[in-house]
Nanobody
Framework: VQLQASGGGLVQAGDSLRLSCAAS????????MGWFRQAPGKEREFVAA????????AYADYVKGRFTISRDNAKNTVYLQMNSLKPEDMAVYHC??????????????????WGQGTQVTVSS
């Protein structure tokens, strides 16, 4: 499956952004989808994940209550609504897909497919 992330940009602290990730080449509803981010000099870290039908979601503590992951299986797209952005949210955001179970959805190495990333820059 191929993944194409979009929606990043330059915003001020407190603003909102919505990222999108369009999938192609596979049956989208068969995949658990995740968002990860990587800041310069840091390891890639988990942000959020959503199960096949959207019935289960998971968030990293540092985004819980501010970010919302959702998916539209009819459009083969997963979204990340980011509110109340902080300078520490600045990173390249990647979407990822895994064809295995929901368990361990927070782990980078559990995902088989990755998008190219979209830059989110937050100014203070």
């Amino acid at each position: 499956v191929q993944l194409q992330a979009s929606g990043g940009g330059l915003v001020q602290a407190g603003d909102s952004l919505r990222l999108s990730c369009a999938a192609s080449g596979g049956t989208f509803s068969n995949y658990v989808m995740g968002w990860f981010r990587q800041a310069p000099g840091k390891e890639r870290e988990f942000v959020a994940a959503i199960s096949w039908s959207g019935g289960n979601t998971a968030y990293a503590d540092y985004v819980k209550g501010r970010f919302t992951i959702s998916r539209d299986n009819a459009k083969n797209t997963v979204y990340l609504q980011m509110n109340s952005l902080k300078p520490e949210d600045m990173a390249v955001y990647h979407c990822a897909a895994r064809g295995t179970g929901w368990g361990r959805a927070k782990f980078v190495y559990e995902y088989e497919y990755w998008g190219q990333g979209t830059q989110v820059t937050v100014s203070s």
